[in-house]
Protein backbone atom coordinates (compact mmCIF):
# COMPACT_ATOMS: atom_id res chain seq x y z
CA UNK A 1 0.00 0.00 0.00
CA UNK A 2 1.37 3.46 -1.35
CA UNK A 3 2.33 6.10 2.14
CA UNK A 4 -0.22 8.87 2.52
CA UNK A 5 0.56 11.96 0.28
CA UNK A 6 -1.16 13.98 2.17
CA UNK A 7 -2.25 14.12 6.35
CA UNK A 8 -5.60 14.49 7.18
CA UNK A 9 -8.32 15.07 9.57
CA UNK A 10 -11.51 13.67 8.27
CA UNK A 11 -14.36 14.59 9.69
CA UNK A 12 -17.86 13.16 8.78
CA UNK A 13 -20.61 16.25 8.49
CA UNK A 14 -24.30 15.44 7.01
CA UNK A 15 -25.67 19.48 8.02
CA UNK A 16 -22.96 22.50 7.53
CA UNK A 17 -23.57 25.83 6.78
CA UNK A 18 -23.84 27.47 3.11
CA UNK A 19 -20.10 27.06 1.58
CA UNK A 20 -20.64 28.80 -1.61
CA UNK A 21 -18.65 31.51 -1.10
CA UNK A 22 -15.08 29.69 -1.08
CA UNK A 23 -13.66 28.82 -4.30
CA UNK A 24 -14.26 25.63 -5.63
CA UNK A 25 -10.62 23.63 -6.65
CA UNK A 26 -12.68 21.77 -9.08
CA UNK A 27 -13.69 22.64 -12.66
CA UNK A 28 -16.75 20.92 -13.74
CA UNK A 29 -17.63 19.85 -10.01
CA UNK A 30 -21.66 19.39 -10.62
CA UNK A 31 -21.17 17.45 -13.94
CA UNK A 32 -22.90 20.67 -15.91
CA UNK A 33 -20.49 21.09 -18.36
CA UNK A 34 -19.89 18.74 -21.42
CA UNK A 35 -17.73 18.55 -24.43
CA UNK A 36 -20.54 16.30 -26.42
CA UNK A 37 -24.04 15.32 -24.90
CA UNK A 38 -24.14 11.55 -23.72
CA UNK A 39 -26.25 9.55 -25.31
CA UNK A 40 -25.35 6.23 -23.44
CA UNK A 41 -23.35 4.85 -20.80
CA UNK A 42 -19.26 4.73 -20.31
CA UNK A 43 -18.76 8.45 -21.58
CA UNK A 44 -17.60 10.19 -18.21
CA UNK A 45 -14.92 11.59 -20.72
CA UNK A 46 -17.42 13.65 -22.41
CA UNK A 47 -17.32 15.57 -18.67
CA UNK A 48 -14.38 17.59 -19.32
CA UNK A 49 -12.23 17.46 -17.09
CA UNK A 50 -13.24 14.57 -15.46
CA UNK A 51 -11.58 11.22 -16.68
CA UNK A 52 -11.70 7.18 -15.52
CA UNK A 53 -8.27 6.58 -14.35
CA UNK A 54 -8.47 2.53 -14.33
CA UNK A 55 -9.63 -0.12 -16.96
CA UNK A 56 -13.28 -0.17 -15.59
CA UNK A 57 -15.65 2.25 -17.08
CA UNK A 58 -17.85 5.22 -15.18
CA UNK A 59 -21.05 6.64 -16.25
CA UNK A 60 -21.91 10.39 -17.45
CA UNK A 61 -25.74 11.29 -17.84
CA UNK A 62 -26.97 14.57 -18.75
CA UNK A 63 -30.50 16.31 -18.77
CA UNK A 64 -29.43 16.84 -22.49
CA UNK A 65 -30.74 13.53 -23.18
CA UNK A 66 -32.54 11.86 -20.77
CA UNK A 67 -32.73 8.05 -20.33
CA UNK A 68 -33.64 5.86 -17.65
CA UNK A 69 -30.22 5.08 -16.69
CA UNK A 70 -30.82 8.44 -14.48
CA UNK A 71 -32.63 7.15 -11.98
CA UNK A 72 -33.10 10.26 -10.01
CA UNK A 73 -32.90 14.32 -10.62
CA UNK A 74 -29.17 15.48 -10.20
CA UNK A 75 -28.75 16.68 -6.82
CA UNK A 76 -28.33 20.47 -8.54
CA UNK A 77 -28.43 21.35 -12.24
CA UNK A 78 -28.90 18.88 -15.07
CA UNK A 79 -25.65 16.47 -14.76
CA UNK A 80 -24.21 14.13 -12.71
CA UNK A 81 -22.01 10.41 -12.67
CA UNK A 82 -22.46 6.80 -11.94
CA UNK A 83 -19.99 4.27 -10.54
CA UNK A 84 -20.76 0.55 -10.52
CA UNK A 85 -19.34 -1.66 -8.01
CA UNK A 86 -19.20 -5.78 -8.16
CA UNK A 87 -16.64 -8.40 -7.28
CA UNK A 88 -13.34 -6.95 -8.71
CA UNK A 89 -15.03 -4.31 -10.54
CA UNK A 90 -14.56 -0.80 -9.11
CA UNK A 91 -15.61 2.18 -11.22
CA UNK A 92 -13.71 5.92 -10.06
CA UNK A 93 -13.86 9.01 -11.29
CA UNK A 94 -10.60 11.38 -11.52
CA UNK A 95 -9.99 15.31 -12.01
CA UNK A 96 -7.06 17.63 -12.19
CA UNK A 97 -7.20 20.23 -9.30
CA UNK A 98 -7.71 24.43 -10.58
CA UNK A 99 -4.63 24.53 -8.88
CA UNK A 100 -1.67 22.35 -6.49
CA UNK A 101 -2.90 22.33 -2.58
CA UNK A 102 -0.87 24.42 -0.30
CA UNK A 103 1.76 22.47 2.26
CA UNK A 104 0.00 22.29 5.98
CA UNK A 105 -3.19 24.66 4.47
CA UNK A 106 -6.30 22.76 5.61
CA UNK A 107 -9.04 21.95 2.73
CA UNK A 108 -12.86 20.72 3.03
CA UNK A 109 -14.30 17.82 0.52
CA UNK A 110 -17.57 17.42 0.15
CA UNK A 111 -19.55 15.00 -2.90
CA UNK A 112 -23.41 14.11 -2.50
CA UNK A 113 -24.06 10.28 -3.37
CA UNK A 114 -27.53 8.01 -3.75
CA UNK A 115 -27.75 4.42 -4.77
CA UNK A 116 -31.07 2.40 -5.54
CA UNK A 117 -29.65 0.05 -3.17
CA UNK A 118 -29.08 0.94 -0.14
CA UNK A 119 -28.92 -2.27 1.51
CA UNK A 120 -26.22 -2.60 -1.01
CA UNK A 121 -23.95 0.07 0.63
CA UNK A 122 -20.60 -0.51 1.59
CA UNK A 123 -20.23 1.63 4.48
CA UNK A 124 -16.83 2.55 5.37
CA UNK A 125 -15.30 2.25 1.83
CA UNK A 126 -16.36 5.21 -0.26
CA UNK A 127 -14.33 8.26 -0.20
CA UNK A 128 -11.99 10.68 -1.79
CA UNK A 129 -8.01 10.55 -2.83
CA UNK A 130 -5.70 13.49 -3.15
CA UNK A 131 -2.25 12.98 -5.17
CA UNK A 132 0.46 15.03 -6.33
CA UNK A 133 0.16 12.77 -9.64
CA UNK A 134 -2.52 10.71 -11.39
CA UNK A 135 -3.14 7.32 -10.00
CA UNK A 136 -4.29 5.32 -13.46
CA UNK A 137 -4.43 1.52 -13.32
CA UNK A 138 -5.22 -0.89 -16.27
CA UNK A 139 -7.02 -3.20 -14.26
CA UNK A 140 -10.84 -2.97 -12.97
CA UNK A 141 -10.15 -3.30 -9.24
CA UNK A 142 -9.36 -1.47 -5.98
CA UNK A 143 -7.23 1.24 -6.23
CA UNK A 144 -3.76 0.45 -4.31
CA UNK A 145 -4.28 3.55 -2.67
CA UNK A 146 -5.32 5.43 0.94
CA UNK A 147 -8.04 7.90 0.54
CA UNK A 148 -7.35 10.53 2.97
CA UNK A 149 -11.54 10.77 3.41
CA UNK A 150 -13.45 7.67 3.65
CA UNK A 151 -17.30 7.48 4.27
CA UNK A 152 -18.20 6.25 7.90
CA UNK A 153 -21.39 8.24 8.47
CA UNK A 154 -23.75 6.28 5.63
CA UNK A 155 -25.44 2.99 6.54
CA UNK A 156 -27.47 0.60 4.72
CA UNK A 157 -30.81 2.34 6.18
CA UNK A 158 -29.90 5.33 4.06
CA UNK A 159 -33.50 5.75 1.71
CA UNK A 160 -33.55 4.42 -2.03
CA UNK A 161 -32.37 7.21 -4.10
CA UNK A 162 -32.41 9.62 -1.65
CA UNK A 163 -29.20 12.25 -1.82
CA UNK A 164 -26.74 11.85 0.88
CA UNK A 165 -23.61 14.32 1.84
CA UNK A 166 -20.11 12.98 2.52
CA UNK A 167 -17.35 15.23 3.72
CA UNK A 168 -14.23 15.54 5.50
CA UNK A 169 -11.50 17.56 6.08
CA UNK A 170 -7.48 17.25 4.83
CA UNK A 171 -4.69 19.05 5.63
CA UNK A 172 -1.51 18.89 2.51
CA UNK A 173 0.96 17.64 2.36
CA UNK A 174 1.78 20.03 -0.27
CA UNK A 175 1.86 19.95 -4.43
CA UNK A 176 -1.41 17.92 -4.56
CA UNK A 177 -3.63 18.47 -7.94
CA UNK A 178 -5.51 15.21 -8.74
CA UNK A 179 -8.36 14.02 -6.79
CA UNK A 180 -9.73 10.70 -7.11
CA UNK A 181 -13.25 9.32 -6.12
CA UNK A 182 -14.68 5.80 -5.92
CA UNK A 183 -14.10 2.87 -3.38
CA UNK A 184 -11.11 2.41 -1.51
CA UNK A 185 -11.16 -0.06 1.37
CA UNK A 186 -13.21 -3.11 -0.15
CA UNK A 187 -15.71 -3.82 -3.12
CA UNK A 188 -18.98 -6.11 -2.50
CA UNK A 189 -19.58 -9.69 -2.18
CA UNK A 190 -21.11 -11.82 -4.94
CA UNK A 191 -24.20 -10.97 -5.53
CA UNK A 192 -23.59 -8.07 -3.72
CA UNK A 193 -23.23 -5.43 -6.72
CA UNK A 194 -24.51 -1.67 -6.59
CA UNK A 195 -24.90 1.52 -8.36
CA UNK A 196 -23.81 4.92 -6.84
CA UNK A 197 -24.72 8.54 -8.06
CA UNK A 198 -22.50 11.79 -7.63
CA UNK A 199 -23.24 14.91 -8.29
CA UNK A 200 -21.80 18.13 -6.31
CA UNK A 201 -18.02 17.41 -5.93
CA UNK A 202 -15.90 20.03 -4.43
CA UNK A 203 -12.62 20.92 -2.54
CA UNK A 204 -13.09 24.23 -0.69
CA UNK A 205 -10.02 25.64 1.26
CA UNK A 206 -10.39 26.38 4.51
CA UNK A 207 -10.11 30.02 4.52
CA UNK A 208 -11.99 33.45 6.01
CA UNK A 209 -10.99 36.81 5.34
CA UNK A 210 -13.62 40.02 6.33
CA UNK A 211 -12.00 41.96 3.41
CA UNK A 212 -10.02 45.20 3.81
CA UNK A 213 -10.15 47.82 6.64
CA UNK A 214 -13.00 50.32 5.20
CA UNK A 215 -14.42 53.40 5.49
CA UNK A 216 -18.04 54.18 4.82
CA UNK A 217 -20.48 57.07 4.70
CA UNK A 218 -22.18 57.62 7.91
CA UNK A 219 -24.08 56.39 10.46
CA UNK A 220 -26.78 55.56 8.08
CA UNK A 221 -24.72 53.23 6.25
CA UNK A 222 -23.71 49.91 7.57
CA UNK A 223 -21.64 46.63 6.71
CA UNK A 224 -22.27 42.84 6.51
CA UNK A 225 -19.21 41.24 7.59
CA UNK A 226 -19.11 37.40 6.45
CA UNK A 227 -16.86 35.15 8.28
CA UNK A 228 -18.87 32.18 6.40
CA UNK A 229 -16.22 29.03 6.37
CA UNK A 230 -16.76 25.93 5.01
CA UNK A 231 -17.27 23.27 7.77
CA UNK A 232 -17.35 25.69 10.74
CA UNK A 233 -18.43 24.58 14.12
CA UNK A 234 -18.58 27.60 16.04
CA UNK A 235 -18.50 31.24 15.02
CA UNK A 236 -17.25 33.95 17.90
CA UNK A 237 -17.43 37.59 16.95
CA UNK A 238 -15.85 40.05 19.48
CA UNK A 239 -19.04 40.96 21.23
CA UNK A 240 -19.94 37.15 22.05
CA UNK A 241 -22.47 36.85 18.78
CA UNK A 242 -22.32 33.50 17.12
CA UNK A 243 -23.50 33.49 13.68
CA UNK A 244 -21.52 33.36 10.34
CA UNK A 245 -22.43 37.33 9.66
CA UNK A 246 -22.07 40.20 11.90
CA UNK A 247 -23.75 43.87 10.64
CA UNK A 248 -21.53 46.73 11.39
CA UNK A 249 -22.96 49.45 12.27
CA UNK A 250 -20.75 52.13 14.26
CA UNK A 251 -17.22 52.96 13.70
CA UNK A 252 -14.52 50.29 15.36
CA UNK A 253 -12.64 47.03 15.03
CA UNK A 254 -14.46 44.08 14.49
CA UNK A 255 -12.78 40.50 14.98
CA UNK A 256 -13.72 37.20 14.56
CA UNK A 257 -12.61 33.96 15.60
CA UNK A 258 -13.82 30.57 13.51
CA UNK A 259 -13.08 26.82 14.53
CA UNK A 260 -13.20 24.19 12.47
CA UNK A 261 -12.28 20.75 13.14
CA UNK A 262 -9.43 21.22 11.23
CA UNK A 263 -7.90 24.67 12.56
CA UNK A 264 -8.98 27.50 13.90
CA UNK A 265 -9.04 31.55 12.14
CA UNK A 266 -9.44 34.74 13.21
CA UNK A 267 -9.71 37.89 11.34
CA UNK A 268 -9.78 41.81 12.40
CA UNK A 269 -11.49 44.98 10.20
CA UNK A 270 -11.53 48.36 10.95
CA UNK A 271 -14.57 50.21 10.08
CA UNK A 272 -14.59 53.92 9.33
CA UNK A 273 -16.85 56.70 8.80
CA UNK A 274 -16.07 59.86 6.43
CA UNK A 275 -19.07 61.54 7.57
CA UNK A 276 -19.29 60.28 11.63
CA UNK A 277 -22.02 62.74 13.45
CA UNK A 278 -24.57 62.27 16.07
CA UNK A 279 -26.59 64.79 16.75
CA UNK A 280 -28.20 62.98 20.08
CA UNK A 281 -30.87 61.03 20.97
CA UNK A 282 -34.46 61.51 20.95
CA UNK A 283 -34.61 64.17 24.09
CA UNK A 284 -37.56 65.07 26.29
CA UNK A 285 -37.29 68.75 27.72
CA UNK A 286 -39.62 70.97 30.37
CA UNK A 287 -42.08 73.86 28.42
CA UNK A 288 -39.97 77.33 28.22
CA UNK A 289 -36.49 74.96 27.90
CA UNK A 290 -34.68 75.66 24.98
CA UNK A 291 -31.76 73.04 22.69
CA UNK A 292 -29.50 74.05 20.74
CA UNK A 293 -27.83 71.74 17.87
CA UNK A 294 -24.78 72.35 16.14
CA UNK A 295 -22.94 70.93 12.76
CA UNK A 296 -20.04 68.86 13.78
CA UNK A 297 -17.13 70.24 14.27
CA UNK A 298 -15.10 70.50 10.96
CA UNK A 299 -18.27 69.71 9.18
CA UNK A 300 -18.10 70.01 5.55
CA UNK A 301 -19.35 73.31 3.71
CA UNK A 302 -22.21 71.75 2.31
CA UNK A 303 -24.80 71.14 4.85
CA UNK A 304 -28.12 72.04 5.69
CA UNK A 305 -31.02 71.47 8.16
CA UNK A 306 -34.26 70.31 7.67
CA UNK A 307 -35.75 73.41 6.60
CA UNK A 308 -33.09 74.24 4.26
CA UNK A 309 -31.28 76.51 6.60
CA UNK A 310 -27.44 76.54 6.71
CA UNK A 311 -26.32 78.08 10.42
CA UNK A 312 -24.15 76.40 12.53
CA UNK A 313 -26.52 75.92 15.01
CA UNK A 314 -29.93 75.33 15.18
CA UNK A 315 -32.29 76.41 18.31
CA UNK A 316 -35.00 74.47 19.22
CA UNK A 317 -37.89 75.76 20.87
CA UNK A 318 -41.25 73.39 20.00
CA UNK A 319 -41.91 69.51 19.19
CA UNK A 320 -40.63 68.03 16.10
CA UNK A 321 -37.95 66.20 14.01
CA UNK A 322 -34.64 67.85 13.64
CA UNK A 323 -32.15 66.44 10.64
CA UNK A 324 -29.12 67.35 9.39
CA UNK A 325 -27.90 66.78 5.64
CA UNK A 326 -23.53 66.89 5.34
CA UNK A 327 -22.62 66.06 1.84
CA UNK A 328 -19.09 65.71 0.89
CA UNK A 329 -17.89 64.58 -2.60
CA UNK A 330 -20.43 61.45 -3.17
CA UNK A 331 -20.84 60.66 0.55
CA UNK A 332 -24.36 62.13 1.70
CA UNK A 333 -24.78 61.42 5.62
CA UNK A 334 -28.44 62.63 7.72
CA UNK A 335 -28.87 62.09 11.05
CA UNK A 336 -32.00 63.23 13.10
CA UNK A 337 -33.29 63.88 16.72
CA UNK A 338 -36.89 64.21 17.67
CA UNK A 339 -37.54 66.89 20.32
CA UNK A 340 -40.53 66.69 23.05
CA UNK A 341 -41.77 69.48 25.02
CA UNK A 342 -43.95 68.17 27.89
CA UNK A 343 -45.51 70.77 31.12
CA UNK A 344 -43.18 69.86 34.21
CA UNK A 345 -44.78 68.08 37.03
CA UNK A 346 -46.49 69.57 39.95
CA UNK A 347 -46.88 68.90 43.77
CA UNK A 348 -48.30 70.12 46.66
CA UNK A 349 -48.80 68.24 49.91
CA UNK A 350 -50.64 70.57 52.16
CA UNK A 351 -48.90 72.77 55.06
CA UNK A 352 -47.64 70.89 57.90
CA UNK A 353 -49.96 69.50 60.59
CA UNK A 354 -49.86 69.67 64.77
CA UNK A 355 -52.02 67.14 65.93
CA UNK A 356 -53.25 66.22 69.74
CA UNK A 357 -54.33 63.08 71.59
CA UNK A 358 -56.06 60.57 69.07
CA UNK A 359 -56.02 62.64 66.32
CA UNK A 360 -55.33 61.99 62.88
CA UNK A 361 -54.89 63.75 59.35
CA UNK A 362 -55.57 62.30 55.98
CA UNK A 363 -53.02 64.21 53.13
CA UNK A 364 -54.68 64.21 50.03
CA UNK A 365 -51.77 65.38 47.52
CA UNK A 366 -52.21 67.76 44.77
CA UNK A 367 -50.30 66.81 41.88
CA UNK A 368 -50.78 67.04 37.67
CA UNK A 369 -48.34 66.19 35.25
CA UNK A 370 -46.87 62.92 35.98
CA UNK A 371 -46.70 60.01 37.87
CA UNK A 372 -47.47 60.22 41.74
CA UNK A 373 -45.47 58.05 44.83
CA UNK A 374 -44.76 58.00 48.11
CA UNK A 375 -40.92 57.75 48.76
CA UNK A 376 -42.10 55.15 51.39
CA UNK A 377 -43.59 51.67 50.65
CA UNK A 378 -47.31 53.30 50.60
CA UNK A 379 -49.21 52.72 47.43
CA UNK A 380 -52.19 54.46 47.72
CA UNK A 381 -52.53 58.06 46.76
CA UNK A 382 -54.37 59.45 49.71
CA UNK A 383 -53.06 58.49 53.29
CA UNK A 384 -54.29 58.80 56.85
CA UNK A 385 -51.23 59.21 59.55
CA UNK A 386 -51.64 59.19 63.09
CA UNK A 387 -47.78 59.61 64.26
CA UNK A 388 -45.43 62.40 63.91
CA UNK A 389 -43.11 62.23 61.11
CA UNK A 390 -41.85 63.42 58.21
CA UNK A 391 -43.89 62.55 54.65
CA UNK A 392 -42.54 62.76 51.30
CA UNK A 393 -44.18 62.36 47.84
CA UNK A 394 -42.66 62.76 44.33
CA UNK A 395 -44.49 63.52 40.88
CA UNK A 396 -42.03 62.62 37.62
CA UNK A 397 -42.84 62.94 33.97
CA UNK A 398 -39.92 63.06 31.11
CA UNK A 399 -39.50 66.18 31.86
CA UNK A 400 -38.57 66.25 35.51
CA UNK A 401 -39.45 65.12 38.84
CA UNK A 402 -40.38 67.33 41.72
CA UNK A 403 -40.68 66.43 45.14
CA UNK A 404 -43.04 67.45 48.70
CA UNK A 405 -42.65 67.26 52.17
CA UNK A 406 -45.29 67.59 54.79
CA UNK A 407 -44.45 67.23 58.54
CA UNK A 408 -47.08 65.79 61.29
CA UNK A 409 -46.26 66.49 64.72
CA UNK A 410 -48.18 65.60 68.04
CA UNK A 411 -45.29 67.68 70.40
CA UNK A 412 -46.53 70.75 70.59
CA UNK A 413 -49.68 69.53 73.20
CA UNK A 414 -48.25 66.36 74.56
CA UNK A 415 -49.04 62.90 73.83
CA UNK A 416 -51.84 61.23 76.51
CA UNK A 417 -52.59 57.59 77.00
CA UNK A 418 -56.48 56.90 77.37
CA UNK A 419 -57.76 54.57 79.64
CA UNK A 420 -61.85 53.99 80.50
CA UNK A 421 -62.37 54.05 84.01
CA UNK A 422 -65.36 51.40 83.81
CA UNK A 423 -66.78 48.76 81.29
CA UNK A 424 -69.65 46.24 81.07
CA UNK A 425 -69.12 43.48 79.09
CA UNK A 426 -72.25 42.34 78.74
CA UNK A 427 -72.70 41.80 75.39
CA UNK A 428 -75.06 44.85 74.82
CA UNK A 429 -72.72 46.19 72.08
CA UNK A 430 -71.42 49.16 74.41
CA UNK A 431 -68.54 49.41 76.52
CA UNK A 432 -68.35 45.70 76.34
CA UNK A 433 -64.48 45.37 76.57
CA UNK A 434 -61.65 47.30 78.11
CA UNK A 435 -59.57 48.97 75.45
CA UNK A 436 -56.77 51.67 75.68
CA UNK A 437 -55.24 54.13 73.31
CA UNK A 438 -52.95 56.94 72.29
CA UNK A 439 -52.24 59.39 70.21
CA UNK A 440 -49.86 58.53 67.28
CA UNK A 441 -46.78 58.97 68.74
CA UNK A 442 -47.76 56.28 71.55
CA UNK A 443 -47.09 52.04 70.87
CA UNK A 444 -48.67 49.51 73.07
CA UNK A 445 -46.20 46.73 73.76
CA UNK A 446 -48.35 44.66 76.39
CA UNK A 447 -51.85 44.79 78.47
CA UNK A 448 -52.10 42.94 81.81
CA UNK A 449 -54.92 42.56 84.26
CA UNK A 450 -54.94 42.38 88.10
CA UNK A 451 -57.62 41.23 90.03
CA UNK A 452 -57.90 42.68 93.88
CA UNK A 453 -55.81 40.02 95.28
CA UNK A 454 -53.07 40.93 92.52
CA UNK A 455 -53.60 37.94 90.76
CA UNK A 456 -53.11 38.10 87.21
CA UNK A 457 -56.49 37.43 85.34
CA UNK A 458 -55.35 38.48 81.74
CA UNK A 459 -52.30 39.08 79.67
CA UNK A 460 -51.35 39.84 76.17
CA UNK A 461 -48.67 41.30 74.11
CA UNK A 462 -50.25 41.38 70.59
CA UNK A 463 -53.04 43.78 69.23
CA UNK A 464 -55.29 44.80 69.88
CA UNK A 465 -54.64 45.15 73.23
CA UNK A 466 -58.31 44.52 74.50
CA UNK A 467 -59.87 42.37 77.56
CA UNK A 468 -63.17 41.38 76.96
CA UNK A 469 -63.93 40.24 80.95
CA UNK A 470 -63.31 36.37 80.78
CA UNK A 471 -61.07 34.76 83.10
CA UNK A 472 -60.33 30.95 82.99
CA UNK A 473 -62.77 30.58 80.54
CA UNK A 474 -65.78 32.25 82.38
CA UNK A 475 -66.68 35.27 83.13
CA UNK A 476 -64.96 37.59 85.61
CA UNK A 477 -67.01 38.70 88.45
CA UNK A 478 -67.82 41.94 89.02
CA UNK A 479 -65.66 44.50 91.40
CA UNK A 480 -62.24 46.19 90.79
CA UNK A 481 -59.43 45.38 89.05
CA UNK A 482 -55.84 46.77 88.74
CA UNK A 483 -54.27 47.17 84.70
CA UNK A 484 -50.60 47.87 83.74
CA UNK A 485 -49.64 49.18 80.43
CA UNK A 486 -46.27 48.95 78.94
CA UNK A 487 -45.91 51.08 75.33
CA UNK A 488 -42.65 53.00 73.78
CA UNK A 489 -43.35 56.90 73.24
CA UNK A 490 -41.86 58.23 69.97
CA UNK A 491 -39.75 61.78 71.34
CA UNK A 492 -38.16 63.32 67.65
CA UNK A 493 -35.66 60.91 66.89
CA UNK A 494 -35.57 59.30 69.72
CA UNK A 495 -38.11 56.17 71.59
CA UNK A 496 -39.03 55.97 75.20
CA UNK A 497 -39.92 52.83 76.77
CA UNK A 498 -42.72 53.77 79.45
CA UNK A 499 -45.37 51.91 81.77
CA UNK A 500 -48.86 53.17 83.32
CA UNK A 501 -50.93 51.57 85.80
CA UNK A 502 -54.30 51.91 87.19
CA UNK A 503 -57.67 50.62 88.48
CA UNK A 504 -61.13 49.52 86.43
CA UNK A 505 -63.95 48.97 87.33
CA UNK A 506 -66.29 45.97 85.93
CA UNK A 507 -70.20 46.12 85.83
CA UNK A 508 -72.68 44.05 84.38
Same mark, same amino acid.
Given at each position: ?20 ? $? ?10 ? #? ?12 ? %? ?16 ? &????? *? ?23 ? &? ?34 ? *? ?42 ? *? ?70 ? $? ?17 ? +? ?30 ? %? ?58 ? *? ?7 ? $? ?25 ? %? ?9 ? %? ?24 ? +? ?53 ? #? ?21
Amino acid at each position: MRSRAVWMVWWLVMCLPGVAM $AQNLLQNGGFEE #YRTCPRQDNLLGEA %VPWYNPNGATPDFYHQCF &PTVQM *ELPPHSGQGLARLFLDVSWAEYLAT &PLKKPLVADDCYFFEMYVATPTPNKYLSGTIGAFLS *EKPITSPEKGLLPVDAQVIDNALTTSIPMLRWERISGYVKAKGG *EQYLTIGSFKKLPVFLGYFYLFIDDVSLLPIKMDLGNDTTLCGRNSTLLLDATTPGATEYRWHDGSTAPTFR $ATQPGHYSVTVTTPCKVLR +DTIRVDYALDFDLGRDTTLCEGQTLTLKTPAG %VPPTFRWQDGSTTLTYPVRQDGLYSLRVEQARCVATDSIQIRFVPPPRLNLGLDQNLCGA *EVYTIRPDF $AEGKFSWQDPFEAVVRTVGQSGFFQAS %VSNDCATVRDT %VRISYADCGCVLYTPDIFTPNADGQN +DVFQPFGCGDITITSLSIFNRWGELVFQTTEPPFAWNGMYQGKTAPVGVYGWQIR #YQLQQGTGVLAEQKRGALGLTR
